[in-house]
């Protein structure tokens, strides 16, 4: 039973060019939330995506920007990048935004240069 | 808003004995649950404990168990027998229902020591 997978594993991007993090929730998941988290520091919560609607958004700008599939995979988007954004984003899936805890994937290395 | 505090940024055991890593946090809400994440290199998240704050038996999972105190806003992690595999950084989190916005704290860098 695979788990939640990421691609890329690392990018290094420019500062402001665009940048789009893929995600596969685990088997049987529909909710995909999405994690930035800076060196150092615990993850923040981006967004987070059910029936391919955006349901949760944390306090990230416009700039961060999201999509889900109906096969429940989903992207990250950022836009214009900024130093600031280098960081591990991490996905996460559960089933209907229960609240059992949800699963991780090893996240996307983003270093912006 | 609801904030996740982790005072012990790094801690130490030894192989074979026992620790247990600090967590606070603040919030109004009177449902809602808690998590002790594990992020090894790998840097997966990986759940190692939860619990549901209407509950008032402290989870338990093989090795690991919390102390849950909802009146004092306190849920630390106790780790028994510790293995060298329990390296990593620990993080707490806290969530409201219906779920989404998940809440963690700094982090505390656990070593175990053979």
């Known amino acids: 039973d695979a788990g939640v997978t990421q691609s890329p594993t690392h990018l290094i991007k420019t500062r402001g060019q665009q940048v789009t993090l893929r995600c596969s929730p685990k088997s049987g998941h529909d909710t995909v939330s999405w994690y930035q988290q800076a060196l150092g520091q615990g993850p923040q919560f981006i967004f987070q995506y059910y029936e391919e609607e955006e349901r949760q958004r944390g306090n990230f700008p416009d700039r961060f920007s999201g999509h889900q599939f109906p096969n429940y995979s989903s992207e990250l988007n950022v836009n214009a990048l900024l130093l600031g954004d280098s960081a591990l984003y991490l996905c996460?899936?559960?089933?209907?935004?229960?609240?059992?805890?949800?699963?991780f994937g090893s996240g996307t290395r983003l270093t912006v240069v | 808003a609801q904030t996740v505090t982790q005072s012990q940024p790094e801690m130490s055991v030894q192989e074979a004995e026992t620790v247990t890593l600090s967590c606070t946090y603040d919030?109004?809400?009177?449902?809602?649950?808690l998590f002790w994440y594990k992020q090894p290199p790998s840097r997966q998240m990986i759940l190692v404990i939860r619990?549901?704050?209407?509950?008032?038996q402290n989870a338990t999972e093989n090795r690991f168990s919390v102390n849950f105190q909802k009146a004092a806003k306190s849920f630390s992690l106790k780790i028994s027998d510790s293995q060298l595999g329990d390296t990593a950084m620990y993080f707490c989190?806290?969530?409201?229902?219906?779920?989404?916005?998940?809440?963690f704290g700094a982090g505390t860098r656990l070593t175990v020591k053979p």
């Open positions: 619990q549901e704050a209407y509950k008032q």
């Open positions: 919030t109004s809400e009177n449902n809602y649950y």
């Open positions: 996460a899936s559960s089933l209907e935004r229960r609240t059992y805890g949800y699963t």
């Open positions: 989190a806290f969530m409201k229902p219906p779920g989404g916005d998940m809440r």
